[in-house]
């Protein structure tokens, strides 16, 4: 491996904090193996030791050709026990195939950072593994015993090469422990500020044409046919005027080694990077912290830090622990029908797409050519904009475009299921890349205009009265999922696997509830189609990661559900009105979800199904029989033991009520909603369905 391949320094000797130092003995005693001590004379015959040590800057960077290689040294102090078994914790960023990256420490040789040698912690093995629904993955490897010793040692990285879309990864966090201890004590680790970053050019020319070269470059890609041509441009994939690289951060060296992924040189890299830093916008986010990520207090901070997200110490590593953000203290109040459950901020065990992955992989320009440059979907976009830039004040500006975004959300739903682009029967990597980045493109360009603009803090422009206090118009965040795209799982979409699928449907749709959540205007399945999203739970929690609980996440959806369609005021006289079927408890005792309550007590699986029941019993029970009927939910003449038990409303009564009482819901309720429901459907033998007794959620004396 050349020298000429070490990407950057990421160590340099820095004097310990003063606020650092220890207590004097125990300094001598613990630190004296410290390189670059100096011993200085103190009066009273004392002496003063000044440590120096080798600080560490995270993450450390690999990013360029294969080959590529970062390195670190780092010290254990002596005196350290290395007796127990050795391990080398890592957290990293962007790792996302088992080729990607190597590790190597002191004479360690290169061990592969891959699924076959390592332990992947918390949930991301269950989410998918290396390539899955995680994309900043914590993991253990096991070094031989005597690979680290007391004082000085090294630990090297390498990227190993693209896939086509990779140009790197970071490692946010790494450690030797032994015996689960670690070994290298945090303060030889300090966090790269980005506010601290200079230009590499600093020329006024050399900035321009780092514009000149984002907006218009012609660039190549790597593929395993070797390097090829694409019509996209930096600023077609991307925001069109570099924001997204500065808001989140991406680092001067990253920037470089992409421009040159792109067969740009070195130099035209540097230029662009200096362009970005020369950007006057907002920078609060980071390239691993999923935009959006919901997280407790993020509605306090200021509008431009929303897409930073709470970070990744916002993800919850168990279902379980969200109740404590739903039920706080215990407390089922905020479920209420016309109360207001805050998406933004409730924290959730996902982790939401990374920048990185909403950026698309291929440009719907590549991918479908003159069929997508002479579409409205594309020429609608420049519509906006112009509508958008015809006031500097953003509420005139917004209401002008309204139109043009309605058009385009219209010719973006034509484009994918229009006759002309009919799906693949057999799909290949890259028709899957093709048609996912197409949902993805428009959630790009929908975080451009909402940021450039200042949109998502302004949601009363087209939501009225009843916005919330930010939020995104449409629902290209639903879209953007690869089951809205009708992509099928496989090559191309993340590590292939029908739990990547899974997951990045869910996740997107999370972002959905998130950046507009219904705003007062929910209809039928618009902006959040609440009856769907059940299913991908499901999905994931049941079928792919089934020992992991996922009842939390169903309760937010089936409360948001209730909330949301209760807010709009319409009732269910409406077919697309109040709908009785998505807010519907009948989820909470369907044999089909029950492994989502996986290791609840029946206790609180019986209070937190009670408190459910009763919040959408007060509002169910607001309409009448009539207002059902006219709606088309309900027949007067129907007998509803005959009806579907998951899709129709008195199916899904019938089914529930002696579910509801076997896990434990009192009869005072149940009572109380037989008798309302037996308004509805006078034929149903409802004396019947009271006194069904049930031997699981499988099987009652009711039928079904
Ligand atoms: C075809 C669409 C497309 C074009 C054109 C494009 N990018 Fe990207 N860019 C992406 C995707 C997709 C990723 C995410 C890669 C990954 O997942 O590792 C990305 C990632 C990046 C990253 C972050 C990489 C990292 O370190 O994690 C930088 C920086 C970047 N692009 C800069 C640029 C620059 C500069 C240009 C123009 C020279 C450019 N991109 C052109 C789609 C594009």
Sequence with gaps: MSLGCVSQATTRAQEIPRSNWPTADAMCAKYDDVRNSAVEPCSGGFRRVRHFWNTITLPIEVAGPAGTISTASFTIPRGTNLSGALQLYLQIHNLKYDAEASVEVNNSGWLPISTANVTLLGNAAAFGGIGGGFHTLQMTMNLPPGTVVPGNNTITFTFNGTDGVVSGYRVLAFNLQSGGTNLVPSYQFVKDDPNTWRSPLTSASDIAEGQTLWQGASLTVPTSAGTQPIQAHCSDCHSIDGRDLKYFNYSNYSIQARAMFHGLSAQQGDQIASFIRSLNVPNPGRPWNPPYQPGPSLDSQPVENWAAGAGLSAVLDNDRDMLTYLAPNGSTAGWAATAYLNAREMPVELQLPDWNSWLPQVHPMDGFGAFFTSSAFNTDLSLIRTALQSSTNPTVAYNAALGDFHNWFVAGSQFATGPELPLPTTWTQAQREAYYSVGLWVQVKMWELNQMYGLEGIPQVPFGAKADSRGWLGSTAFDASPNMQHVAAGPGLGNGTATERDYLSLAWYQVQLIL?????????????????????????????????????????????????????????????????????????????????????????????????????????????????????????????????????????????????????????????????????????????????????????????
């Design 516 to 704: 507009n959540d219904g705003q007062g205007q929910q209809s039928d399945h618009e902006p959040v189609d609440y009856g769907y999203v059940g299913g991908f739970i499901k999905n994931l929690f049941v079928i792919d990661a089934p020992n992991l609980p996922g009842i939390s996440l169903q309760f937010e959806y089936l409360i948001k559900a209730l909330q949301e369609f209760t807010q709009t005021g319409t009732s269910p006289e409406s077919p697309t009105g109040w709908h009785p079927i998505d807010t519907s408890p009948a989820v909470l005792v369907d044999f089909n979800w029950a492994p989502l309550w996986w290791g609840t007590s029946a206790a609180t699986e019986a209070s937190l199904t009670t408190a459910y029941t009763q919040a959408w019993f007060n509002q169910a029970s607001v309409y009448s029989a009539a207002q059902y009927y006219q709606g088309g939910w309900a027949k007067a003449t129907d007998n509803p033991a005959a009806l579907f038990y998951s899709t129709t409303f008195g199916g899904q009564v019938w089914y529930m009520l002696p579910r509801l009482r076997s896990i434990g819901v009192p009869a005072p309720l149940t009572t109380q909603i037989a008798a309302w429901v037996a308004t509805i459907w006078p034929n149903g033998n409802w004396a019947l369905d009271e006194s069904a007794t049930c031997t699981s959620l499988l099987q009652c004396t009711s039928g079904y």
